[in-house]
């Protein structure tokens, strides 16, 4: 039986008031009036609960929640040159952890075939355990991930990142987790700085952090051959019982912010791919929303990851990138394995589909 994908939100979210920024609350506003007009894709729509504290407490220290809060509450704060807070920033980041929960706990009790979006602002993956940064408050993901592995019994969990800025604060979190498999494909260089494939994890977790850096001018070439070829490979060795994706869309060559090129199809192609993977592993599939700062292509490219998320999975083996599953692949997926093969000895050799 189909069970029915869900979108989670809040109107929190538009109240988190950056003012002249790239991150802004018309980024929400420009998904929903789209998504609205499609009838939400046919999901059904989820208001996102506020986050318990003690469920982001899991993830970042006492002192970061309590100065957020804190400068929320003070009023128009920067926390570092980028990252500025308003009024109702701290209940809208609450509310984004919540959404990444509740995703999280639908797409557990949901098992196979349960597909989510959670679509909230701030983004997280820039907060690391001590401090927001690149206009993340608290990491979304991380929150529901954890939530995942502490109180659901989750063994495994998958985070890819594609948002093109690296994962810093998601990578940072599950540094010495191997309960958690991080694969982020990201421009570089670029803000924040980190990410280098010599950055594998550490102690119990080496080897679970994979990062894939492209250089700028990369499109759907590079970006759907990592995820074919690098990230799904993985993911077979890994067998996680919960994926989830941090899905930025400033990789988008719209976008203002980055140097890359990738189009509507590579997102839809990559998203296909996810759920493909999804449908092979028999595990749900959750999206949170991370970049995205041209508001077309942001909005476009929402809909279609919820509405490719949503069509029935092909079937193994998942690894056709739909109408551009001719691409090759790509030299830096040949690279990353030769790379990661120490690691991950059983880790398949990208062919050419
Ligand atoms: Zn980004």
Redesign the pocket.
């Known amino acids: 039986m189909a069970i029915r994908p869900v979108y989670l939100s809040h109107p929190s979210s538009r109240d988190h008031d950056t003012g002249a920024h790239p991150e802004r609350v018309e980024r929400i506003t420009a998904i929903e009036e789209l998504l609205a007009a499609r009838d939400w894709c046919g999901y059904e729509c989820v208001s996102s609960p506020a986050a318990d504290r003690t469920l982001i407490a899991r993830v970042h220290s006492a002192a970061h929640i309590e100065r957020v809060e804190a400068a929320s509450r003070a009023g128009f704060v920067a926390l570092d040159e980028d990252t500025v807070v308003s009024p109702g920033s701290y209940v809208a980041a609450l509310h984004a952890c919540g959404g990444a929960v509740e995703l999280v706990r639908r797409l557990v009790a949901g098992g196979a075939g349960q597909v989510g979006f959670s679509a909230h602002r701030p983004p997280g993956h820039h907060a690391t355990p001590t401090r927001a940064m690149g206009f993340c408050l608290f990491n979304n993901i991380a929150v529901g991930a954890r939530y995942a592995i502490a109180e659901l019994g989750v063994r495994r969990v998958l985070i890819l990142d594609w948002?093109?800025?690296h994962g810093n604060g998601t990578s940072d979190i599950f540094w010495e987790c191997d309960q958690l498999l991080f694969v982020s494909v990201h421009q570089s260089p670029l803000y924040p700085g980190s990410g280098r494939p010599s950055e594998l994890g550490g102690g119990r977790g080496r080897g679970y952090t994979v990062n894939l850096p492209v250089p700028a001018g990369s499109g759907d070439e590079t970006f759907v051959s990592l995820v074919r070829d690098v990230a799904l490979p993985l993911a077979r060795c890994y067998q996680p019982e919960l994926i989830l994706v941090s899905a930025?869309y400033?990789a988008h060559a719209d976008d203002p912010l980055a140097g890359c090129t990738v189009s509507d199809a590579g997102y839809g192609a990559m998203t296909a791919l996810v759920r493909d993977l999804a449908g092979e592993l028999e595990a749900p599939a959750g999206f949170v929303l991370?970049?995205g700062y041209d508001l077309d292509a942001l909005a476009r490219c929402v809909a279609l990851t919820m509405e490719t998320l949503a069509m029935p999975a092909r079937t193994r083996p998942a690894g056709h990138a739909g109408p551009l599953g001719d691409l090759g692949v790509h030299p830096l997926a040949a690279e990353a394995h030769t790379r990661l093969l120490p690691l991950w000895p059983d880790l398949a050799a990208p062919q050419r589909p």
Do not use: Q, S, Y
Request: hydrophobic fraction near 15%; charge should be negative.
């Open positions: 948002d093109v800025h930025g400033d991370e970049g």
